[in-house]
């Protein structure tokens, strides 16, 4: 697979990603970095560098953009019988279909990394942050070749001291199929609630809504915008009709949002006419593996398909975690409920949220919880203040296991000024059955 990562890589992120994975050679990280060139002064993706700062214009440039989809990248159907892995990411699903994932779905950290980049035009903090999180979490982070199941359960091998010894994963990671509550959760655009239908499987009913809220003809900037509504329902029909409903701080919060934000920002195709993207009815289908007429709709399971003639993200235009929680605040600020880490408490439409004050011993609160960085400090220290309790007998070692995500959080958080949390009071997701059913009580 040739390598192609957007020349604003920042000289930083081989600093960050040699000491959070020392099982990566350094050779094998300069390879991944070496579009990073002489521009990379400083970290272009800090939030106080003008890269993030100012508005860019957006260009064309249909051979820089343009997406492989034939001889290596050519579609290649999952053979689940052969144990291929696809799971309830469609972007995720479609880069395994292509080659630029494993076609087997069980992925190294650094080629999720490269897929993403590669792909989509996802910058590098972004890409980093959610496949280092997906690897600790989901797979194995002490692996020599860290990385994790796009689907369902997987060893992702060669492992410290071999496969399953008691010297570094104690148990068979579960993928991002098995990962509900810590990177997949409930309110999806187009898939189910865990407990009520799976997660896995994309629901017709809610394809069918989000192709009728997409509006055409419209720049994907736009086209995001105009999914609040759908956004806000799909919210809604998980109070009121699941009772295990949870909404945790990372995988609500901050990735639920992702199926309404990603699919304008990485599957609109970009062109002269809508150099920002425009995301077309047939592309949104080939992405979902839907095929059919409106109001006939056929899905196919693990079929998730790039379309021919794609073209990605500009350079320099990539989508990184500031332009995420710029999407998500766009819609939090019409609805505070998605800010809510809460859930229903037993039966359905008793949706009840935790106070970020009671939660977090005063360091945050919800009247300010979406001014200036509060929102990236408070979801980012939650993460790291409960990590070791979600991850309880996944690792022998549990403080190595997570270097590579406090490594990474630490750097995202740098410059911001966050107000330092030193404690959780875990006891408060304790009356939301979603919660505990998730952590097996």
Same mark, same amino acid.
């Given at each position: 697979?040739?390598?192609? =990562?957007?020349?604003?890589?920042? #000289?930083? +992120?081989?600093?960050?990603?040699?000491?959070?994975?020392?099982?990566?050679?350094?050779?094998?990280?300069?390879?991944?970095?070496?579009?990073? &060139?002489?521009? #990379?002064?400083?970290?272009?993706?800090?939030?106080?560098?003008?890269?993030?700062?100012?508005?860019?214009?957006?260009?064309?440039?249909?051979?820089?953009?343009?997406?492989?989809?034939?001889?290596?990248?050519?579609?290649?159907?999952?053979? +689940?019988? #052969? &144990?291929?892995?696809?799971?309830?990411?469609?972007?995720?699903?479609?880069?395994?279909?292509?080659?630029?994932?494993?076609?087997?779905?069980?992925?190294?950290?650094?080629?999720?990394?490269?897929?993403?980049?590669?792909?989509?035009?996802?910058?590098?903090?972004?890409?980093?942050?959610?496949?280092?999180?997906?690897?600790?979490?989901? &797979?194995?982070?002490?692996?020599?070749?860290?990385?994790?199941?796009?689907? &369902?359960? #997987?060893?992702?091998?060669?492992?410290?001291?071999?496969?399953?010894?008691?010297?570094?994963?104690?148990?068979?990671?579960?993928?991002?199929?098995?990962?509900?509550?810590?990177?997949?959760?409930?309110?999806?655009?187009?898939?189910?609630?865990?407990?009520?239908?799976?997660?896995?499987?994309?629901? =017709?009913?809610?394809?069918?809504?989000?192709?009728?809220?997409?509006?055409?003809?419209?720049?994907?900037?736009?086209?995001?915008?105009?999914?609040?509504?759908?956004?806000?329902?799909?919210?809604?029909?998980?109070?009121?009709?699941?009772?295990?409903?949870?909404?945790?701080?990372?995988?609500?919060?901050?990735?639920?949002?992702?199926?309404?934000?990603?699919?304008?920002?990485?599957?609109?195709?970009?062109?002269?006419?809508?150099?920002?993207?425009?995301?077309?009815?047939?592309?949104?289908?080939?992405?979902?593996?839907?095929?059919?007429?409106?109001?006939?709709?056929?899905?196919?399971?693990?079929?998730?398909?790039?379309?021919?003639?794609?073209?990605?993200?500009?350079?320099?235009?990539?989508?990184?975690?500031?332009?995420?929680?710029?999407?998500? $605040?766009?819609?939090?600020?019409?609805?505070?409920?998605?800010?809510?880490?809460?859930?229903?408490?037993?039966?359905?439409?008793?949706?009840?949220?935790?106070?970020?004050?009671?939660?977090?011993?005063?360091?945050?609160?919800?009247?300010?919880?979406?001014?200036?960085?509060?929102?990236?400090?408070?979801?980012?220290?939650?993460?790291?203040?409960?990590?070791?309790?979600? $991850?309880?007998?996944?690792?022998?070692?549990?403080?190595?296991?997570?270097?590579? $995500?406090?490594?990474?959080?630490?750097?995202?958080?740098?410059?911001?000024?966050?107000?330092?949390?030193?404690?959780?009071?875990?006891?408060?997701?304790?009356?939301?059955?979603?919660?505990?059913?998730?952590?097996?009580?």
């Amino acid at each position: 697979m040739k390598l192609f =990562i957007p020349a604003i890589v920042s #000289a930083c +992120f081989l600093t960050l990603q040699v000491s959070a994975f020392p099982h990566l050679s350094p050779q094998a990280l300069q390879d991944l970095l070496k579009r990073g &060139g002489p521009g #990379a002064k400083g970290c272009p993706f800090g939030h106080d560098s003008a890269h993030q700062k100012e508005k860019r214009a957006v260009g064309f440039d249909p051979v820089a953009q343009r997406v492989s989809t034939t001889g290596f990248h050519a579609f290649v159907p999952p053979n +689940f019988a #052969a &144990g291929d892995k696809r799971g309830p990411c469609p972007g995720l699903n479609a880069l395994a279909n292509h080659g630029y994932l494993p076609h087997n779905g069980i992925a190294p950290m650094k080629t999720v990394i490269q897929a993403v980049t590669e792909a989509y035009g996802m910058a590098l903090d972004l890409a980093t942050f959610l496949a280092v999180y997906g690897t600790v979490f989901d &797979g194995d982070s002490l692996s020599l070749t860290p990385g994790y199941s796009i689907g &369902g359960p #997987a060893y992702v091998g060669p492992s410290v001291g071999g496969a399953l010894s008691g010297l570094g994963i104690l148990r068979t990671p579960s993928g991002l199929s098995g990962s509900h509550n810590n990177y997949e959760a409930d309110t999806s655009a187009a898939r189910g609630d865990f407990y009520i239908v799976g997660n896995d499987l994309l629901q =017709i009913e809610y394809f069918q809504q989000y192709y009728d809220a997409l509006l055409e003809n419209t720049p994907a900037p736009q086209q995001y915008s105009a999914l609040f509504k759908f956004r806000q329902s799909r919210f809604d029909n998980s109070i009121s009709t699941n009772p295990y409903f949870f909404f945790p701080q990372f995988a609500g919060v901050l990735v639920a949002p992702a199926g309404y934000a990603f699919p304008p920002a990485f599957m609109s195709n970009k062109s002269a006419q809508y150099p920002s993207g425009y995301l077309s009815k047939e592309n949104l289908k080939s992405f979902f593996a839907v095929s059919g007429q409106s109001g006939a709709f056929t899905y196919r399971a693990g079929y998730e398909r790039i379309p021919d003639n794609f073209y990605k993200r500009a350079i320099g235009d990539d989508y990184g975690i500031v332009n995420f929680v710029l999407d998500l $605040l766009q819609f939090a600020n019409q609805d505070r409920r998605l800010l809510s880490v809460g859930g229903n408490t037993g039966t359905t439409n008793s949706f009840t949220g935790i106070d970020p004050a009671a939660l977090t011993n005063g360091v945050f609160n919800g009247a300010t919880l979406a001014d200036g960085n509060n929102l990236q400090c408070f979801i980012f220290q939650l993460i790291q203040a409960e990590a070791p309790g979600l $991850l309880t007998g996944l690792y022998s070692d549990l403080t190595k296991a997570l270097q590579p $995500l406090v490594d990474n959080i630490n750097t995202n958080l740098k410059g911001l000024g966050c107000p330092q949390l030193m404690d959780v009071d875990e006891s408060l997701y304790e009356k939301y059955p979603g919660y505990m059913k998730a952590k097996g009580v």
